[in-house]
Nanobody
Framework: QVQLVESGGGLVQPGGSLRLSCAAS????????MGWYRQAPGKQRELLAT???????TYADSVKGRFTISRDNAKNTGYLQMNSLKPEDTAVYYC????????????????WGQGTQVTVSS
């Protein structure tokens, strides 16, 4: 069994910062790419950033220069540092990871966390 658990969401004022964490646990052999998404009410889920196991990152234009994705492979944890937050960043944020499990190393599956709410408001 594999679980992804996000944390770090909350209420922040415009211009503020938050750091989200995504901890993977269970029978993990390896974690390939990790990504962060968000979904605002009435909108489709949006890909924000991805990072490879080697640390190469990509960003959506909407967050480039404000958000930074990173990971700690030793801890099986990914992070999303969010700076200069705007009200339009309000959404539920989800992490996604491509994980190979111990005992099933020929298959990689995508796992999702449960989501964490981020609200940007004064």
């Amino acid at each position: 069994q594999v679980q992804l658990v996000e944390s770090g969401g909350g209420l922040v004022q415009p211009g503020g910062s938050l750091r989200l964490s995504c901890a993977a646990s269970g029978s993990i052999f390896s974690i390939n790419a990790m990504g962060w998404y968000r979904q605002a009410p009435g909108k489709q889920r949006e890909l924000l950033a991805t990072i490879t196991s080697g640390g190469r990152a990509t960003y959506a234009d909407s967050v480039k220069g404000r958000f930074t994705i990173s990971r700690d492979n030793a801890k099986n944890t990914g992070y999303l540092q969010m700076n200069s937050l705007k009200p339009e960043d309000t959404a539920v944020y989800y992490c996604n990871a491509e994980i190979t499990q111990i005992g099933d190393i020929w298959r990689t599956r995508a796992y999702w966390g449960q989501g964490t709410q981020v609200t940007v408001s004064s």
